[in-house]
């Protein structure tokens, strides 16, 4: 048996502290259900099942509540839960329920966002990094990337150079402004190769005396 050594309210969450030094994180419910205060007895293994059990309730709700909201990878909801104090224990029992009951496909979800973020005009390599950054597994990355042809990719190049030729037709002879378009196209994850072809594309299409050669 261990002892309750210290509770500390932190917002609506408490933080318990064993005699085995083990920290719990507990919502107000939860040290009532499981009668908490500083000096009681814990069996320990019943205290965590019990706690594992209730959290793994709440941590659903909460999952259910941001994939209502918008879709989420399976580390997203992961990393919600933990930030939220739940422990890893019910984060994974969490996710995994969600995963067979449908909710969370890191397949699907990364194929939604590569046409999601083509629908912005981004390109391959930031929206690669985007994929990488919400947790979606190397070779998923891979196979959902790999459909992505290059030709699509320089048609929303070249829109985005047009759109900024239009604003600033005066400005297609000025190195300063087209390395200026070149960077946005770089930070938005276009290529190298990508880049310059689209700014050669775009400003081929000006009228021959505006068209400018500083390549």
Known sequence: MERVACIRKVRSKYKVTLSDESEWWLSASEMRKL?????????????????????????????????????CSRSEVRRKL?????????????????????????????????????????????????LKMKGIDPAIREEVMEGLQEEDALLQAVSLVRSRLRRNTEKAKDRRF????????????????????AWLQAVSELSEDDSPDIF
């Open 35 to 71: 009668d908490i205060h500083e000096g009681a007895s814990v069996d320990l293994p019943f205290f965590r099942e019990k706690l594992l059990a209730s959290q793994t309730s709440r941590g659903l709700k909460l999952a259910v509540s941001m994939l209502a909201g918008r879709p």
């Open 178 to 197: 087209r390395d200026k378009v070149l960077r946005s196209l770089l930070q938005r994850g276009y290529g190298w190769d990508i880049a310059k072809k």
């Open 82 to 130: 933990i930030v939220n104090h739940y422990s890893e224990e019910a984060a994974d029992r969490v996710v995994a329920r969600l995963e067979k009951e449908g909710f969370l496909d890191d397949r699907a979800f990364a194929e939604q966002w590569l046409r999601y973020r083509l629908s912005c005009r981004y390109g391959a390599r930031r929206i690669a990094q985007e």
